[in-house]
């Protein structure tokens, strides 16, 4: 897709290497932060970014007080885009749910980075559809905080690649 590494994150992405329609997701979310660190939740008005929604998702942080990790997540609002690309609606779930689906860890790892970093995550990743179809997508992890501080939700944008890899054969 671009030049995001396949394995890894790129914590405060640049604009160029993201997909088009992550590019305005970034400059909209740097908008909304104002002199603050972080924009709120209540900083972001869905009406501003229309074309984005369907690719968009919401997630509450919610910490943990010992275990391996410090947060747990939650869906908020998955977009119809979404939702249809992974044929089902996660919202009202927590992101361990899922944890026996494929590159559920990649998942974890990008949130938890950008909650614990307080930055801009975005990496570029694969998910496996329902018919076993390998998918190349490009993740962004924007943190919200309503202190300021600490991160209490994430805002994130997909970007689909057009057609599954292998030409539309089945993964492996």
Request: glycine share 8%.
């Amino acid at each position: 897709m671009t030049g995001l590494p396949t394995d890894g994150q790129i914590v405060d992405p640049e604009p160029s290497i993201l997909a088009p329609v992550l590019q305005p997701l970034l400059a909209y979310w740097k908008s909304r932060a104002r002199d603050r660190p972080l924009p709120a939740r209540a900083d972001i008005d869905p009406l501003d970014i229309p074309r984005l929604l369907p690719f968009l998702y919401l997630v509450d942080v919610e910490p943990l007080t010992g275990g391996t990790m410090p947060h747990r997540f939650r869906y908020r609002l998955v977009g119809t885009g979404i939702v249809e690309r992974n044929g089902s609606d996660p919202t009202g779930h927590y992101l361990d749910d899922f944890e026996n689906r494929p590159f559920h860890e990649t998942i974890v790892a990008d949130y938890a980075r950008c909650a614990t970093e307080k930055r801009p995550v975005a990496a570029e990743r694969r998910f496996l559809d329902a018919t076993g179809r390998r998918w190349p997508y490009q993740r962004l992890v924007l943190p919200l905080s309503e202190n300021g501080q600490d991160v209490n939700m994430l805002l994130g944008g997909n970007a689909f690649a057009d057609q599954p890899e292998n030409g539309g054969r089945r993964g492996r």
